[in-house]
């Protein structure tokens, strides 16, 4: 069983900062790709970002220059810096990951977090 905890949302004013985290815990041998989403709303759930066990990225195109994703593989913790904030990006952010438990079953399985909310409003 694995569980995945997300942290540091909050109310910020638009071109401020926040910076997100989640920690994975439980039966884990390794983690293959982890990635933030965020739902706002009345709206569809989206991709912000993913970064791979080995360090590669990706962006959705509204959040590029503005937010960094990275990785602690040491205590399985991911964060999402997020920069020049817009009140578009006010949504609950999600925590996702495919977790590998054991080291003779080569099984991935995917997780999620409970989300953290993140408001930008003056």
């Known amino acids: 069983q694995v569980q995945l905890v997300e942290s540091g949302g909050g109310l910020v004013q638009p071109g401020g900062s926040l910076r997100l985290s989640c920690t994975a815990s439980g039966t884990i041998f390794s983690i293959n790709t982890m990635g933030w989403h965020r739902q706002a709303p009345g709206k569809q759930r989206e991709l912000v970002a993913t970064?791979?066990?080995?360090?590669?990225?990706n962006y959705a195109d509204s959040v590029k220059g503005r937010f960094t994703i990275s990785r602690d593989n040491t205590n399985n913790t991911m964060y999402l810096q997020m920069n020049s904030l817009k009140p578009e990006d006010t949504a609950v952010y999600y925590c996702n990951a495919d977790v590998r438990a054991s080291f003779i079953r080569r099984k991935y399985v995917n997780y999620w977090g409970q989300g953290t909310q993140v408001t930008v409003s003056s």
């Open positions: 970064c791979t066990s080995g360090g590669s990225t």
